[in-house]
């Protein structure tokens, strides 16, 4: 039972607009949300997070926007640089249980 | 500060040899992890470590076991392997809940 989906494998964006990642989660356990990129070749890199309490977060170029009640979350990134080509993986996990559940990952392309 | 650091790179195993993997991380992190990755599969958790000492099973345990005897490393062991353990290996580690400092990962071939 997949309890973090990204039902999207793929996505392409020009350069300078806006790209949209999303996530989708069934434990309502879930408190706190990640999203990761990661490049070929290399390990996952922390990009931004989300508590339950809050609704959006910003940092920079990348927003997270959390709807509790659709059980959703989504990543969006402006304006989309063709760098930002990699793979994003949604991460969640539910208060003091230390463990994170990853989705499958949305590959990003990003067109010059 | 060389953060989390995974040995060996690669490595390729026949079918029954065993092996471990070596995950060190020098941030003083009390939590680790063991992750695999799999092509449509995204990162899926072997075994954890909410501090030395302790070990706990994640979403797919089956065929590896694991130990943290020094806070800095945790050890994957695969006593048995079999082809469906190739796969590329993540150890990660946090301070607290949230942010995860991955290592680089092991690409393991199971012939």
């Known amino acids: 039972d997949q309890q973090v989906k990204q039902n999207s494998p793929s996505l392409s964006v020009q350069e300078g607009r806006i790209s949209i990642l999303n996530c989708d989660y069934t434990n309502s356990m879930f408190d706190y949300f990640l999203w990761y990129k990661k490049y070929p070749a290399e390990g996952p890199t922390f990009l931004i997070s989300?508590?339950?309490?809050?609704d959006k977060n910003e940092d920079g170029r990348f927003t997270v926007f959390l709807n509790k009640s659709a059980k959703h979350l989504s990543l969006h990134i402006v304006p989309s640089q063709p760098g930002d080509s990699a793979v994003y993986f949604c991460a969640a996990s539910a208060g003091g249980t230390y463990k994170y559940i990853f989705g499958t990952g949305t590959r990003l392309k990003v067109l010059a | 500060n060389a953060g989390v650091t995974q040995t060996p790179k690669f490595r390729v195993l026949k079918t029954g040899q065993s092996m471990t993997l070596l995950c060190a991380q020098d941030?003083?992190?009390?939590?680790m992890y063991w992750y695999r990755q799999d092509p449509g599969m995204g990162l899926r958790l072997i075994h954890y470590?909410?501090?030395?000492?302790?070990?706990a099973k994640g979403e797919v345990p089956d065929g590896y076991n694991v130990s943290r005897l020094k806070k800095q490393n945790f050890l994957l062991g695969l006593e048995s392997a079999a082809p469906s353990q190739t796969s590329v290996y993540f150890c990660a580690s946090t301070l607290n809940h949230n942010e995860q400092f991955f290592g680089p990962g092991t690409r393991l071939t199971v012939l």
């Open positions: 989300i508590s339950s309490i809050k």
């Open positions: 941030m003083n992190h009390e939590y």
């Open positions: 470590s909410v501090g030395e000492g302790t070990t």
